[in-house]
T-cell receptor
Framework: QKEVEQDPGPLSVPEGAIVSLNCTYS??????FMWYRQYSRKGPELLMY????GNKEDGRFTAQVDKSSKYISLFIRDSQPSDSATYLC??????????FGKGTHLIIQP | GAVVSQHPSWVICKSGTSVKIECRSL??????MFWYRQFPKQSLMLMAT?????????EQGVEKDKFLINHASLTLSTLTVTSAHPEDSSFYIC????????????FGPGTRLTVT
């Protein structure tokens, strides 16, 4: 079993829809949970990060962590065509480098 | 804030030659920098962790003699791919952790290496 599982998609939704992106992980020692957005041939851009369980909201984006299920989610409200990108979940134990999911390719249709 | 740059953004080299990639944190000091590699449609894979003034720590399966990492200052880390082969062609991305806090890492724009 891979440490971080993420459906690569593509996920195609109409503009204005709520998008749900998810990852599962296997190592319960992970404490830091991040979501990055990556455009083609660019470096990842940090969107949000949370420590331990719970929710975090930033504008149209909401990140959720359920440590009991080892499940993390990113919700995008009122999705825009400019949100089209690859979304990577990343998980870390603190001082170490991150373990990434494969990324979900998201397409928002105008 | 928290800007990380990489140079060059892309490079083509011949098999057997060496290539150096620079990673700089522009507006913060980074005691720790990380190097990742990403193949097409694949996830970022951590190659090594670089701490300023000390030897890099390499992930299992990464050849330390092939991928030389130097972290000479709090704002600069370099990755040198020695004796490059076509299978080393990939997207190399560095990241830096701001300050002494754990958690967020900020990534550079990446360097696309093509070995012919």
């Amino acid at each position: 079993q891979k440490e971080v599982e993420q459906d690569p998609g593509p996920l195609s939704v109409p503009e204005g829809a709520i998008v749900s992106l998810n990852c599962t992980y296997s190592n319960s020692a992970f404490q830091y949970f991040m979501w990055y957005r990556q455009y083609s041939r660019k470096g990842p851009e940090l969107l949000m990060y949370t420590y331990s369980s719970g929710n975090k909201e930033d504008g149209r984006f909401t990140a959720q962590v359920d440590k009991s299920s080892k499940y993390i989610s990113l919700f995008i409200r009122d999705s825009q065509p400019s949100d089209s990108a690859t979304y990577l979940c990343a998980i870390g134990g603190g001082a170490d480098g991150l373990t990434f999911g494969k990324g979900t390719h998201l397409i928002i249709q105008p | 804030g928290a800007v990380v740059s990489q140079h060059p953004s892309w490079v083509i080299c011949k098999s057997g030659t060496s290539v150096k990639i620079e990673c700089r944190s522009l507006d913060f000091q980074a005691t720790t920098m990380f190097w990742y590699r990403q193949f097409p449609k694949q996830s970022l894979m951590l190659m090594a962790t670089s701490n300023e003034g000390s030897k890099a720590t390499y992930e299992q399966g990464v050849e330390k003699d092939k991928f030389l990492i130097n972290h000479a200052s709090l704002t600069l880390s370099t990755l040198t791919v020695t004796s490059a082969h076509p299978e080393d062609s990939s997207f190399y991305i560095c990241s830096a952790r701001a300050g002494t806090g754990v958690g967020e890492q900020y990534f550079g724009p990446g360097t696309r290496l093509t070995v012919t």
